[in-house]
């Protein structure tokens, strides 16, 4: 049970390249979300899915966009990178509760971006 | 708007000592509260919850946060503090009020740095 897996660890891009950030889920989770992390400002939502099918803004989606592949992939992606998107990028998903509800999330080890 | 606040960027702790950190936070209807901690270069790790239920909530490592509802308030506690525990710890909150198949959205604090020295 590898639990939430991200490719890439690390990636250096130069300012208005793309690239897509994946994430696996192996738990059966119904809700997947991408957050960023910057100093001193915590976790941010960028965006996430509540269940297969459907993906909703979180609380910083400009320049981003994704895709819920299926149950266990949720993809994001940089269509043209900013310097301003540096940041560590990390997934997470969570199961439903037998009353419906969310869970707790689960994360994954994250991935290191840095726009030059 | 829901909001969570960790008044404290840094705490500073001996070994063997208690330590506290400290969260605020602010929803609309009941809260979900979460602790997790983050050591250097990794995701974040689920500590523990509350949802409903006893105002003492025991997790992992030995932790363990009292929920005062008057207060709104979720301190992380733990009674004898290691070296090892020395990480990034974040506090979150998910509004009680979720429709369903909303995806149970979390707020985050900043983040508390606590440092454990010998």
């Known amino acids: 049970n590898a639990g939430v897996t991200q490719t890439p660890k690390f990636q250096v891009l130069k300012t208005g390249q793309s690239m897509t950030l994946q994430c696996a889920q192996d738990?059966?989770?119904?809700?997947m979300y991408w957050y960023r992390q910057d100093p001193g400002m915590g976790l941010r939502l960028i965006y996430y899915?509540?269940?297969?099918?459907?993906?909703d803004k979180g609380e910083v989606p400009n320049g981003y966009n994704v895709s819920r592949l299926n149950k266990r992939e949720f993809s994001l992606r940089l269509e043209s990178a900013a310097p301003s998107q540096t940041s560590v990028y990390f997934c997470?998903?969570?199961?439903?509760?037998?009353?419906?509800?969310?869970?707790?999330?689960?994360f994954g080890p994250g991935t290191r971006l840095t726009v030059l | 708007a829901q909001s969570v606040a960790q008044p404290e960027d840094q705490v500073n702790v001996a070994e063997g000592n208690p330590l506290t950190v400290k969260c605020t936070y602010s929803?609309?209807?009941?809260?979900?509260l979460f602790w997790y901690v983050q050591y250097p270069n990794r995701g974040l790790q689920f500590l523990l919850k509350?949802?409903?239920?006893?105002?003492l909530v025991k997790g992992s490592y030995g932790f363990e946060a009292e929920f005062n509802k008057s207060q709104t308030s979720f301190h992380l506690k733990k009674p004898s503090a290691l070296v090892s525990d020395s990480a990034l710890y974040f506090c979150?909150?998910?509004?009680?009020?979720?429709?369903?198949?909303?995806?149970?959205?979390?707020?985050f604090g900043q983040g508390t740095e606590l440092s454990v020295k010998p």
């Open positions: 997470a998903s969570s199961a439903k509760t037998s009353g419906g509800y969310t869970d707790t999330q689960y």
């Open positions: 738990m059966n989770h119904n809700s």
């Open positions: 899915s509540a269940s297969e099918g459907t993906t």
């Open positions: 929803v609309s209807g009941n809260p979900y």
């Open positions: 509350y949802i409903t239920g006893d105002n």
């Open positions: 979150a909150v998910r509004d009680g009020i979720e429709f369903y198949n909303q995806g149970g959205k979390l707020i």
